[in-house]
C-alpha cells in the first residue's frame, strides 16, 4: 500500500529550480488510445512521439529517462480548496487547535506533500485571518508556500471573520492587511456575517481594489442571496469562486435551475467537495454537478477538510473527488477528471495542460490504461512539476502461490516499475 505521508524522490529530485536539461517519459498511455514517448525541457513539453521515435537523441545517454510502460499519462490534478492551516490536526485533543507558527508552517507544508503524493502539484489554501490568530496563521503557511518552492504550487486566500458592523472594521484592516503580506486571494464566509449581503460587497470592493480573485464559502441555502451575489459579482475580473454549494441540491429542481443559470451569466465558478465538508460549510452535501455544468457553470472539485475536526479522515486525494463523481454524481470519468485537473487549474488562474508540445510540464502518471481504472484503483502514481519528477508513490500488490494464480496470470501490481 502506498506511504501514508509520501516523501520527494531522492537526490537526483531533490527540491529546487527546475532542471534544465530533458526527460524522456518513455512508452507512456494517454486516454486517446495512444501509446508514445513524451520529451520535456525547460518546463515544457518540448516534443511528443510515437513510442520509441525520440530515443535517439542522446536523452538515454544522459540517464534522464522514466520508463512509464504500464501507466496513464494525465495533466496534473489541481486542489482549489484545501485548509492548510488545520489540516493534520484531528489528533490534537488537549485543546483548540493550535496556531502557534511552526505548528501552522508544520501542518500545511505535511499536507501539501501528502497532496503532490496524490499528484496536486497546484494548490489554494484558505487561511483565517483575524481574531486569535490575527496574522500568524497566514505567515505560517506563506513560510511553507516558499520552502515548498520546487515542488508544488502554493497559493493562499485570507479569510476573515467579520466584515460589517463595528467589529468589521478590524476585519477589513486584516483582510487589507493579508493581502499586502502575501494572500493573493480574498475569500471568506458570508453565511457566518450578521449582514451576509454587506460582507460580499466588502469583499468584492477590496478585490477590486487589489485585482485579486474572490473565493467565498457558502451552503448556498439561500436562493435570493444567491442571486444578488451573483449579480454584484457578475462584473468582477479576474472571477469568483464559490464553495462548496452543497445546500444548492437541497433547493427545488427549478429554483436550483433558476440559481445555476445565473451564476453561468455571471461567470462564478462552483467548486465542490464530494468527500465532504469542511469548517466553512455548516452542512455537508455536494453541489448538483450535472445541474450546474447543463447550465453552462464552470465546475471544480476540491477536497475541503483534510483529517482535521470537519473531516478526520479526509485524503485529499483528487483521484477520490473524481471517482465520487463519477460513482455517486453520473458524470463521465474524463469529465470527473476535469473537475480536478484542467477546470481546477483554471480556478486557480493557471494556464492550460495537455499532453501535447507547447504545453506545461505538468504531468502525472498513474498505473494502468484507462481512465475509468485509474479512477476506480490507482495506488502507483509518479509525479512531475516543472518538467521534473517530484514525487512517486509506488505500490506492490502479490498473491499467494495457487493454480488459479498460475493459471490466469493474475497481476502483480508493483512488477515493471519505472526505472
Known amino acids: 500500500m502506498p506511504d501514508s505521508h509520501p516523501q520527494p524522490p531522492p537526490s537526483s529530485s531533490s527540491p529546487g529550480p527546475a532542471d534544465p536539461g530533458s526527460l524522456l517519459l518513455c512508452g507512456a498511455h494517454l486516454t486517446d488510445g495512444r501509446t508514445v514517448d513524451v520529451r520535456l525541457s525547460g518546463g515544457r513539453i518540448e516534443a511528443v512521439g510515437t513510442a520509441g521515435s525520440l530515443t535517439g537523441d542522446g536523452t538515454r545517454a544522459c540517464g534522464s529517462r522514466v520508463d512509464l510502460t504500464g501507466y496513464l499519462l494525465l495533466p496534473a490534478p489541481a486542489e482549489p480548496h484545501a485548509h492548510g492551516d488545520t489540516a493534520l490536526s484531528a489528533d490534537d485533543r488537549d485543546g483548540p487547535v493550535s496556531y502557534d507558527a511552526e505548528d501552522v508552517q508544520r501542518r500545511a507544508t505535511e499536507a501539501a506533500l501528502l497532496q503532490l503524493g496524490h499528484g496536486t502539484t497546484a494548490l489554494r489554501a484558505h487561511v483565517h485571518v483575524g481574531d486569535v490568530q490575527e496574522l500568524n496563521a497566514l505567515a505560517a503557511v506563506l513560510q511553507a508556500r516558499r520552502s515548498l518552492r520546487?515542488?508544488?504550487?502554493?497559493?493562499?486566500?485570507?479569510?476573515?471573520?467579520?466584515?460589517?458592523?463595528?467589529?468589521?472594521?478590524d476585519g477589513l484592516a486584516i483582510l487589507r492587511d493579508a493581502l499586502k503580506m502575501g494572500a493573493s486571494v480574498v475569500g471568506g464566509c458570508p453565511d457566518l456575517d450578521p449582514d451576509p449581503t454587506g460582507y460580499v460587497e466588502a469583499v468584492l470592493e477590496v478585490a477590486s481594489e487589489h485585482g485579486c480573485p474572490v473565493d467565498l464559502h457558502t451552503d448556498a441555502a439561500d436562493p435570493a442571496r444567491l442571486?444578488?451575489?451573483?449579480?454584484?459579482a457578475g462584473g468582477l475580473r479576474p472571477g469568483v469562486t464559490l464553495s462548496p454549494c452543497g445546500a444548492l441540491g437541497r433547493l427545488p429542481t427549478d429554483v436550483a435551475s433558476r440559481t445555476a443559470d445565473q451564476l453561468a451569466a455571471a461567470g462564478v465558478t462552483v467548486v465542490c467537495l464530494p468527500q465532504g465538508g469542511c469548517g466553512g460549510a455548516e452542512r455537508r452535501g455536494t453541489a448538483p454537478v450535472r445541474l450546474l455544468r447543463a447550465a453552462g457553470v464552470r465546475v471544480a472539485a476540491g477536497s475541503g477538510a483534510l483529517q482535521d475536526v470537519s473531516n478526520p479522515v479526509g485524503r485529499g486525494d483528487p483521484f477520490e473527488a473524481a471517482y465520487l463523481l463519477a460513482s455517486r454524481h453520473g458524470l463521465r470519468p474524463e469529465d470527473a477528471y476535469d473537475c480536478v485537473?484542467?477546470?481546477?487549474?483554471?480556478v486557480l488562474g493557471l494556464p492550460e495542460v495537455r499532453v501535447e508540445a507547447g504545453f506545461p510540464a505538468e504531468l502525472l502518471a498513474v498505473r494502468g490504461e484507462r481512465l475509468a481504472a485509474a479512477l476506480s484503483l490507482a495506488y502507483s502514481r509518479i509525479v512531475v512539476h516543472r518538467g521534473r519528477v517530484v514525487a512517486r508513490t509506488s505500490a506492490v500488490r502479490e498473491y499467494c502461490n495457487s493454480a488459479a494464480a498460475a493459471e490466469l496470470g493474475l497481476p502483480r501490481q508493483g512488477r515493471g516499475e519505472p526505472s
Open 150 to 169: 520546487g515542488l508544488t504550487e502554493l497559493t493562499t486566500v485570507a479569510m476573515p471573520r467579520l466584515l460589517t458592523g463595528v467589529a468589521g472594521a
Open 227 to 232: 442571486s444578488r451575489l451573483a449579480a454584484m
Open 341 to 346: 485537473s484542467a477546470s481546477a487549474r483554471a
